[in-house]
C-alpha cells in the first residue's frame, strides 16, 4: 500500500524529475550544506511545502527550515488578531458579499477534497456556459500545497486573484504599472513578497491542472490569469461599506488551530468603491523569470527552478552552513522570539549566553560591510566593539564609544545647557502629549478613505516652565472617544482647549505630526463650520507647512543627537530609555504611590520599568484574543517593549479600540480605564524621559 500524507501519495525517489536528483548530488557534496542531526532537529521532509513557506525560502533559508519546524514566530496571529488589528477580514467579506461563490476553506486532507470536488462541479458549470467563484481553495502537487483565495473557473478560462489589504492607486479602475515596477523594471521591494507569492500559485495551479485538469473534466485550452484584489487608495467609503456593526458580523471560536475568527457582511448595500482587481498578467511573467531573491542559490532564478531547488534541500534534508545566512536583517526576525520559547534565531546564532553584552546586532543601522569583517574575526558572537572603528558612521560614533567605555556618554555642548536644547527659550507652559489612532482597510466613517487615521484619544501632561520640579506636573483631561464614527473634529476642539495657544508640546517620534497633517487635510477636503479656526490650531502645532516649526518638539530628535546610554541596546524607543529613566531614585520617587505631584493622581509601579505595572487587560479582551500568551505575543511584537501583560503599545490600542467598536454593544468601563491608564503613562514617560534629559545626563561622560 502506499503510503500517504495529508491524503496524497508520498513519491519515492524514482518520482524525483531529473533536475532534482542533480541538485540533491551537488548538496550532498557541498560542505557549506549540513545534514540536520535528527535528535537536535525533527525531520522537515514529510509535509508539503507551503506558499507562506516557499516566500519564507525566498528570503531566507533557515526561515524556511524554522518554519517547517514549527519554530514560534513575533509576527504570527490568529485569525482573530488580523481582524482586530489590520481589518483585513472585512475586506474579504465585501469581496464575498459582492461576488456570491463557494466557500471551500478546511485543513488537510478534507480541505484537498472538498477542492477538488468543487472544481470538478465548476468545470462542469464552465461547459455549460456558466462561471463559479470558489474561496480558499487548497491545492497540492508533489513537494508544494497553496490556498488560493480566490479561483474564477470561467467558460473561457480561470482567473487566479490573491486578495489583500494592501492599497494601490487606481485612476477609474486601472493601476499604473509604476506602482509594482521600479524604472529599471524590476519588482518594487513593497510588492515583491505578494507578486511572488501570487507567481507561486500560478506555477502551482499549471502543474495541477497539467495532471488533475483531464480527470476533472478542464479544457485543454484553458489559460489562468493572475490578479490582485486590493483597496484602491483613492476608494472611498459608501453607507454600504462603512466598518460597523450594520454592515459587518463578527464572529470568533476556538478551534483546533486557535482562535478562528470570521466577519460576514449583513448589510444590504454591499459594493467595491474601495477595492480595484489588477490584472497582473505582464507582472507575473517578471517574476516567473526572475523570483528576486537574494538567497545565493535562488538569485537570478525562476520560480520553477526555486521551487525544484527548495524541494532538493527540505526533501534531502541539508540546509547551508548558518554562517552563509547570517547578515544585519537577522536583528528583526520574525524567529527571534523572547526568553522561554525555541528560538529560530538561537539555533543561528547560538545560545543567548554566550553572546557578549553588546552584540554587534544591537549597532544602530548596521550595514553588511560592517558586520561582515566584525564576524570574519569575532564569530557569532562579535560584539559592536569588533566593527572595525574606521567603517563607522557619525550617528554610530556615540554609541560605540559608549560600548566601549561600558558607560553613558553625552555631547558636550548638550550638556553644557540643556535647557538650551530642549526649551529653545520658552517662558511659558510646556506640554507632553501622546496619541492614539486607528487605521483600517475599511474606513469607520462614511466618505472615509483606507487606512486614513482617526484619533481616538490623546493624553497629555503640562508643567508651569520648563524648568519646573517633576512634581509640578499636571495631569491634563485628555480625550477618548471609542463611540463616534469620526471624532476628529472633537479630538482638535478637545487639545485647543487643553493646550490653550502658546507653550510647547513635547513629543516623541514625529507620529503626532502626522496625526495632526492628517486631520488638517481631511478638514480641508470636506469644510464644516469651525474648520476654519481648526486648521490653523494645527498649523500653529505643527507649522504651515506641517514638517517643521509650530510649537511641536520631537524629544526623540533630541534624544539621538544628544545622548546613548547602553542599556539602550541600539533603540531610541521610548520603551527603551524610559527603565534608564526610572532607574534613577530622584526620578522614580516622583512617579510611584504616593509621589506628592497633586496634579497628577496617577501612579506607577514595577522594579525596572513603569510599564511592568499596569494591570492585565479585561478577561473580555483576553478571551477574544486567545488569552494572555496571545497579548504577549503581540506586546513582544512592538519594538522595544518585550514584556507584560497590559495594554502597553500602539498595537494593542488599536487592537482593544477595534474590539470596543466591532465587539461590544456598549464600551466596557474596565476597558476604557485601560485605554486610560496606557495612554497616560506614555504622557507620563516623556515626563521621565525629559527629566532624564534636562537633569541627569549632564553628568554623564562628555565627548
Not at 488560493?148 to 485612476?171: F, H, Q, S, W, Y
Not at 543561528?348 to 546586532?361: I, K, M, N
Not at 477574544?624 to 494593542?652: C, F, L, T, Y
Request: aromatic fraction near 8%.
Amino acid at each position: 500500500m502506499t503510503s500517504t500524507t495529508n491524503g496524497q501519495p508520498m513519491r519515492n525517489d524514482l518520482q524525483r524529475h531529473p533536475a532534482e536528483w542533480l541538485l540533491l548530488a551537488r548538496f550532498a557534496s557541498c560542505p557549506s550544506f549540513t545534514r540536520v542531526a535528527k535528535n537536535t532537529v525533527p525531520s522537515t521532509n514529510s509535509a508539503p511545502i507551503t506558499k507562506s513557506q516557499f516566500k519564507l525560502g525566498l528570503t531566507c533559508l533557515h526561515k524556511l527550515r524554522h518554519a517547517r519546524n514549527k519554530l514560534p514566530q513575533t509576527s504570527q496571529t490568529d485569525a482573530m488578531l488580523n481582524l482586530l488589528s489590520e481589518g483585513g477580514a472585512a475586506v474579504e467579506a465585501v469581496i464575498r458579499a459582492t461576488e456570491p461563490g463557494r466557500m471551500i476553506g478546511g485543513f488537510g486532507h478534507e480541505a484537498l477534497k472538498k477542492s477538488h470536488e468543487a472544481m470538478a462541479g465548476a468545470f462542469a458549470q464552465a461547459t455549460r456556459g456558466t462561471s463559479t467563484s470558489l474561496y480558499e481553495v487548497t491545492i497540492r502537487h508533489g513537494d508544494f500545497l497553496a490556498r488560493i483565495d480566490l479561483l474564477r473557473i470561467k467558460p473561457d478560462g480561470i482567473e487566479l486573484i490573491e486578495i489583500k489589504a494592501k492599497t494601490a492607486e487606481a485612476v477609474g479602475s486601472v493601476v499604473a504599472d509604476d506602482t509594482f515596477l521600479k524604472r529599471d523594471g524590476l519588482i518594487r521591494p513593497d510588492w515583491l513578497e505578494y507578486i511572488q507569492d501570487l507567481t507561486f500559485q500560478v506555477e502551482l495551479l499549471k502543474r495541477w491542472l497539467a495532471e488533475q485538469g483531464p480527470k476533472l473534466g478542464a479544457p485543454a485550452s484553458s489559460t489562468t490569469s493572475p490578479k490582485l484584489l486590493v483597496v484602491n487608495k483613492l476608494g472611498t467609503a459608501t453607507p454600504g461599506t462603512v466598518l460597523n456593526r450594520s454592515n459587518f458580523e463578527s464572529k470568533y471560536e476556538p478551534g483546533r488551530r486557535g482562535i478562528r475568527a470570521s466577519v460576514n457582511y449583513i448589510g444590504t448595500e454591499a459594493d467595491r468603491q474601495l477595492l480595484v482587481e489588477v490584472p497582473m498578467d505582464h507582472i507575473v511573467a517578471i517574476v516567473h523569470a526572475n523570483a528576486g531573491s537574494k538567497v545565493g542559490d535562488f538569485a537570478h532564478r525562476s520560480i520553477p527552478e526555486c521551487m525544484t531547488a527548495m524541494a532538493a534541500i527540505v526533501n534531502a534534508d541539508r540546509w547551508p552552513a548558518v554562517k552563509l545566512s547570517w547578515n544585519s536583517g537577522c536583528k528583526s526576525c520574525e524567529f527571534r522570539v523572547k526568553p522561554g520559547l525555541d528560538s529560530g534565531f538561537d539555533r543561528c546564532w547560538g545560545p543567548p549566553a554566550d553572546r557578549p553584552t553588546y552584540h554587534v546586532l544591537e549597532l544602530t543601522l548596521l550595514k553588511a560591510k560592517q558586520l561582515d569583517p566584525a564576524i570574519t574575526a569575532a564569530g557569532p558572537n562579535a560584539s559592536v566593539s569588533d566593527v572595525p572603528e574606521s567603517a563607522l558612521t557619525a550617528t554610530q560614533q556615540r554609541q560605540y564609544r559608549s560600548v566601549l567605555a561600558d558607560a553613558p556618554t553625552v555631547d558636550r555642548g548638550f550638556a553644557a545647557d540643556p535647557l538650551a536644547t530642549l526649551a529653545r527659550g520658552s517662558q511659558g507652559p510646556i506640554y507632553f502629549l501622546d496619541f492614539e489612532t486607528s487605521a483600517y482597510p475599511i474606513p469607520s466613517r462614511v466618505g472615509g478613505r483606507p487606512y486614513e487615521l482617526i484619533p481616538f484619544q490623546f493624553e497629555a501632561h503640562s508643567m508651569p516652565h520648563a524648568a519646573a520640579s517633576l512634581r509640578e506636573r499636571v495631569r491634563l483631561p485628555g480625550f477618548l472617544n471609542v463611540v463616534d464614527a469620526d471624532p476628529r473634529r472633537a479630538f482638535i476642539d478637545g487639545l485647543m482647549q487643553q493646550v490653550g495657544d502658546h507653550g510647547l508640546i513635547f513629543h516623541w517620534h514625529s507620529y503626532e505630526r502626522t496625526v495632526l497633517n492628517s486631520i488638517k487635510q481631511g478638514l480641508l477636503a470636506a469644510p464644516e463650520a469651525g474648520d476654519d479656526a481648526r486648521v490653523a490650531f494645527i498649523d500653529s502645532l505643527a507649522g504651515a507647512d506641517g514638517k517643521r516649526g509650530g510649537r511641536l518638539i520631537d524629544l526623540l530628535v533630541i534624544a539621538k543627537a544628544s545622548f546613548y546610554h547602553p542599556a539602550q541596546h541600539g533603540s531610541y524607543s521610548i520603551k527603551k530609555v524610559v527603565p534608564i529613566a526610572w532607574g534613577i531614585e530622584s526620578i522614580r520617587e516622583q512617579f510611584i504611590p504616593g509621589h506628592g505631584a497633586m496634579g497628577d493622581p496617577d501612579s506607577y509601579t514595577g522594579d525596572v520599568d513603569p510599564y511592568d505595572g499596569l494591570a492585565d487587560p479585561p478577561e473580555s479582551i483576553l478571551r477574544a484574543v486567545g488569552g494572555k500568551e496571545r497579548v504577549r505575543e503581540v506586546i513582544a511584537a512592538d519594538e522595544g517593549d518585550e514584556s507584560g501583560d497590559a495594554i502597553r503599545n500602539g498595537g494593542m490600542a488599536m487592537l482593544a479600540y477595534h474590539y470596543v467598536r466591532m465587539f461590544n454593544d456598549q464600551p466596557n468601563e474596565a476597558i476604557l480605564q485601560q485605554f486610560r491608564q496606557y495612554c497616560r503613562l506614555d504622557s507620563a514617560a516623556m515626563v521621565m524621559a525629559y527629566g532624564l534629559m534636562r537633569d541627569h545626563v549632564k553628568g554623564w561622560r562628555g565627548e
